[in-house]
């Protein structure tokens, strides 16, 4: 039986095939797009198409499961529109069993119609199923190209006190910053470089995947998302963007010096997910911490660390590409058991 699984983001739209064998998983092939829904949210039933053909005909799959944040964007008046939207474009392309991953399980079509928030944002559910498979009590940490999930697992169930995004911004379980679209003016008001502090201009002149290219900790195939100013991904590009954020240039700072400010930047926001964790970790006493997500080394690993807390990969058991993905993984896991 092959089950797709999706994480349907504001910006990425992430996909897992898992080939089961009973309840034995055989084989996970996964894939993911740059779909903008802010923009672009009626090419949703295309890409979704597209991406499983990337991997298998359509034909092959016995049943899809969905996880979404995407409802947030702000193409949608509500957020209970944004899910009702989705639910809808997904219904109209798929001819198989379908449901949807919501904070107490997989909903039906009937279901997200009654009670349709409950389904708005819920993938951190979907990772918790994977988390679950290295510790039953841990906490787990998953940055993804915009917002960080730190979510308590105790006895193998997650056990967050928010359930909503609104109620996790309180929690330290929601951190809204991720490794590629991240505005660095959200989490930074000065830059230190050269021994000086430099006051950082509030516009949208660099994202985190700018510095992460700097510092050779992504590639340019990981920079998924669009360039704030729509010049290039390349090494230089970034750097004059980042220049940008202490309003200056190529011609004034030199490459050493923006690799400086990287650096900076960086632990900044490792700082920044640290005291989500730090929050997490204080109100539920939990010391393992389980990473993953495209950030999971380059912000998890170092945040846990910060605090002296015990590190654990999800890469002990998914690749790199799948850790990525793993919403959409841990949806098809729950599509499976649905169907049981």
């Known amino acids: 039986m092959k089950i797709a699984g999706f994480d349907i983001g504001g910006a990425n739209t992430d996909l897992a095939v898992i080939d089961f064998d009973g309840d034995e998983i ?3 092939e996964v894939d993911f797009a740059y779909l903008p829904m802010w923009s672009n949210n009626n090419d949703l039933s295309r890409v979704l198409v597209e991406l499983i053909g990337n991997i298998c005909p359509i034909t092959e799959i016995d049943a899809v499961g969905i996880s979404m944040t995407a409802e947030l964007v702000d193409a949608y008046d509500t957020k209970k529109d944004g899910v009702l939207d989705v639910v809808r474009k997904c219904e109209d392309t798929f001819n198989c069993p379908i449901a949807y991953v919501g904070i107490d399980g997989m909903m039906s079509k009937a279901e997200i119609g009654s009670s349709p928030l409950k389904a708005a944002a819920a993938n951190w559910i979907a990772t918790a ?75 949208l002149f660099a994202q985190t995947a700018d510095v992460y290219t700097v510092l050779d900790l992504i590639g340019e195939d990981d920079y998924v998302c669009d360039t704030f100013d729509g010049e290039s991904k390349s090494k230089t590009d970034c750097a004059k963007r980042i220049a ?36 997490v970790h204080e109100a539920q006493d939990l010391d393992l911490i389980v990473v993953t997500g495209l950030g ?41 058991k649905y169907l049981n």
């Open 129 to 203: 199923q994977i988390a679950t498979l290295i510790s039953d009590n841990c906490i787990f940490i998953d940055t993804g190209s915009t917002t960080t999930d730190i979510i308590p697992i105790k006895n193998g169930a997650e056990c967050a006190i928010g359930k909503s995004d609104f109620d996790r911004s309180a929690t330290g379980e929601l951190v809204y910053t991720g490794t590629l679209r991240t505005n660095l003016a959200s989490f930074l008001d000065k830059v230190e470089l050269n021994g000086k502090e430099y006051r950082v201009a509030s516009e």
């Open 26 to 28: 055989k084989k996970i």
């Open 244 to 279: 940008r954020v202490v309003c200056a240039d190529l011609e004034m700072l030199g490459m050493d010096e923006i690799v400086e400010m990287s650096e900076f930047i960086h632990q900044k926001q490792v700082e920044q997910i640290a005291d989500g964790l730090k929050q």
């Open 296 to 336: 999971k080394d380059i912000l998890d690993k170092p945040a846990a660390e910060l605090l002296g807390l015990e590190v654990k990969s999800m890469g002990e058991i998914l690749t790199d590409e799948e850790c990525v993905v793993a919403p959409a993984v841990g949806t098809a896991v729950m599509m499976k």
